[in-house]
């Protein structure tokens, strides 16, 4: 009986952060309504500039664990959006970089940084937000490996 209480408790964390998460991704979506972008762009606007240079096709899929295909048609409509734009240059050879364009960096200021759902983080005492951002960060780390990423995630 030890082990089913045990297997339920496991299960009451998955289902936890489960809820967690679709209630911040509601709040989310509602919050970037206004911007006409999605949680999933805002994500992306988010890794391309955290990545920097290393902002590849590639390297947001691997990031994200999404197929490419569903990467290349994200950015194409982010491209045409004028939020992100293709960047190549001398001794590129393989793909081209990313990077945000003047709209997407105001985008990104806006819905980023200064984004609403910080009010809620800020519910926690930054001790709890510290061992809440340890604890995601193994879990995150952990669970990438099933997707044989072996790196850790790109967590600015």
Known sequence: MKGCQESLEKYRLIFLLARTRDVLYAARVLELKQYGITPYEASTL?????????????????????????????????INADLVKKVTGPGRTRGARLALTPKGERVFQEVVVRGNLVDLIDKLSITQRKQLNQVLEKLLEEGSKYFG????????
């Open 46 to 78: 988010y890794l391309i500039q955290a990545l920097g240079d290393k902002a590849t096709y590639s390297e947001l899929a691997k990031q994200t664990f999404r197929q490419y295909v569903s990467i290349h048609s994200l950015l194409k409509k982010m």
């Open 149 to 156: 990423v072996m790196q850790k995630p790109i967590m600015p």
